[in-house]
């Protein structure tokens, strides 16, 4: 199967929030999370919320097969001046394809532009899968909140980490 990874430079958002929603679905009736219960959980998102972190400096990447967008990641500076990859999704079709992978190394290689040699994820800390999927791409636990803001539901959520040249 042939993909590419290409910036979106604030086209095609109904596309990506389809993406997200879909992907995240998932974790939603996993976890038991709902959109009253956390409302700022990523499934929830709307294409306002792109077009703000859009308008606020984010970068988009989309993954396309044959001309169709199936996957996305946001990379973000937060006020702090840390880089966040954030928003990770591919269609659940094409799990374990290798798409999700290529979307993080281009992440990586953004930070990289920028002379970063830092990036960090959130994540889920109830998803062992995820977290060791992002173990075998180089990321290593930084710290663990309570996300008081995402939903009750969830306990902790992980702080990762890549750092370049681990």
Sequence with gaps: MDYEIREI??????????IIRKAFGTVTKELGITEEN???FPAYNTVADLVEKFDCGARFFGAFVDGRQVGFILVEREKDGRYFAKRLAVLPQYWH?????KLISRAIDCVRDYGAAKINIAIVNEQTNLKDWYLGMGFR?????SPSSMS????RTGT????SGR
């Design 9 to 18: 430079n604030g086209e095609a958002l109904d596309n990506s929030i389809a």
């Design 38 to 40: 956390s409302p700022r």
């Design 97 to 101: 394809r290798g798409i999700g992978e």
């Design 141 to 145: 636990e930084i710290g663990i909140v």
């Design 152 to 155: 009750k539901l969830i306990s």
């Design 160 to 163: 990762w980490a890549w750092v």
